[in-house]
């Protein structure tokens, strides 16, 4: 819609099936499209490509357009090209979500007129064909956006962390996999920010083989004097400085709990802080907020078993966040596609929490064999409805049955969130 309302002809071309509403819409806006194949000749005629961050430059087309000298973007580039707005942009294995949608609470619980979007809610090219007149736009990116940028520069950057996932879109090099994390602040300049958790080895090697003209903000655990500022812990205290200027808070009165949530806290809190917002309302924002949908989202007590729903943890680090942070016998619900998972991480937190593994997905035999003698019990399961109602008959009053699976969904789910919708449902059925 941004392309069509910047003066382009536009066509759209999707491998798959469209959308009922989006070809309503389309068909509105007088924009031709294709679905369920690729006209070849028609592709390749364009003068410009916006590709979904999905597709890979392996992809035969993309290849052919690249080598025709076709401009070939991804949408994030595209829409920064019509907007002079501050743009805060967020990326990291884990917690992503979770940083961009707190982030967002904190800009507008102080009167700022963000934007939400990027890799959650509207996209970013839709936030300004809406025309909303937004002044500052905070903005999640995974690698496969940031892989599709030329020039995209965001004002502040934050990188929460690097840990193994998505290899099999990088040739299983953890390494590329970095880089492509680094690109987020590979167009910033000096007078912008990044802020980065400074004890991830992942993020300091990065930094080392990408260097940055921005200026160096971080958080962690501990203080870190070769950043320009930051946040670190003192005790149970966040300390935020910067600008000559601290903000402190209990992490008891953190809205999100967890050793993961006061580093999400952290680097929003530091965010504000370069925009100058008030210490007030960094506190207020960051005790008031509820977390993202299908993350550690409480579903229902029934007899006594607790369930949440994990949907959105596509990878071994994010499970291993999900399982540290429980105080009772787990029930694991876990499969789908693996992404080159390196379960060994896991392991500990398996032996000592997990009493049962239900495996759902339609090719098990990778997360059975490395936790089998690990973990008492395993099942599988081809359906949500099928995994809660195993879980449940081998639950007891006390216990936790966690959805939390550590692959994509796309083998038996359209994606991550129709996963979680579908074990909320079959459990309201128990």
């Not at 003209?213 to 500022?229: A, E, I, M, P, V």
């Not at 007030?280 to 924002?285: G, K, L």
Request: charge should be negative.
């Amino acid at each position: 819609m941004l392309a069509k309302k910047q003066g382009y002809n536009v066509f759209v071309s999707d491998g798959g099936a469209i959308r009922d509403k989006y070809k309503t819409e389309l068909n509105a806006a007088g924009i031709l499209w294709e679905e369920r194949q690729h006209s070849i000749s028609r592709v390749l005629n364009a003068d410009i490509i916006i590709k979904s961050p999905g597709i890979p430059y392996t992809a035969p087309i993309i290849e052919e357009a690249r080598t025709k000298g076709i401009d070939c973007i991804g949408e994030i580039e595209f829409a920064s090209r019509f907007t002079d707005a501050h743009i805060t942009a967020i990326t990291g294995s884990n917690g992503k979500t979770t940083t961009t949608l707190l982030t967002h609470h904190v800009f507008k619980n102080a009167g700022l007129k963000a934007g939400l979007g990027g890799n959650v809610g509207k996209s970013f090219a839709r936030l300004l064909a809406e025309e909303h007149n937004y002044t500052h736009f905070v903005l999640e990116i995974s690698s496969f956006q940031l892989d599709d940028i030329r020039a995209f520069r965001p004002n502040i950057a934050i990188l929460l962390n690097i840990t193994p996932d998505h290899l099999d879109r990088y040739g299983y090099s953890f390494e590329r996999y970095a880089d492509s994390k680094m690109r987020i602040a590979q167009n910033q300049l000096p007078g912008d920010a990044i802020i980065y958790w400074h004890e991830d080895p992942a993020i300091q090697a990065g930094l080392e083989r990408n260097p940055v003209k921005s200026d160096r903000y971080s958080f962690g655990l501990t203080k870190n004097d070769k950043s320009k500022g930051g946040a670190w812990l003192l005790t149970d205290e966040i300390i935020i400085h910067l600008n000559n200027q601290t903000t402190t808070m209990s992490i008891h009165d953190l809205a999100l709990q967890g050793k993961h949530n006061i580093f999400n806290s952290m680097a929003a809190g530091v965010a504000a802080r370069i925009l100058d917002l008030r210490n007030d309302f960094i506190r207020d924002s960051l005790s008031h907020f509820e977390n993202v949908e299908h993350r550690l989202e409480f579903v229902a007590k029934v007899n006594g078993i607790t369930f949440i729903n994990d949907s959105k943890a596509t990878n071994v680090n994010s499970t291993w966040y999900a399982l540290e942070s429980q105080d009772h016998p787990v029930i694991w619900i876990a499969g789908g596609v693996d992404k080159g998972n390196d379960y060994s991480e896991l392991y500990k937190l398996a032996e000592s929490k997990v009493k049962a593994l239900i495996c759902l997905g339609t090719e098990n035999d990778k997360l059975i064999k490395a936790f089998t003698g690990r973990i008492p019990v395993i099942s599988q399961a081809s359906s949500a409805e099928e995994a809660v109602r195993k879980a449940y008959d081998f639950g007891s009053e006390g216990d936790v049955v966690l959805l939390s699976p550590c692959c994509a969904s796309f083998d038996l789910f359209e994606n991550y969130e129709d996963r979680g919708y579908q074990f909320k449902a079959a459990v309201r059925r128990i």
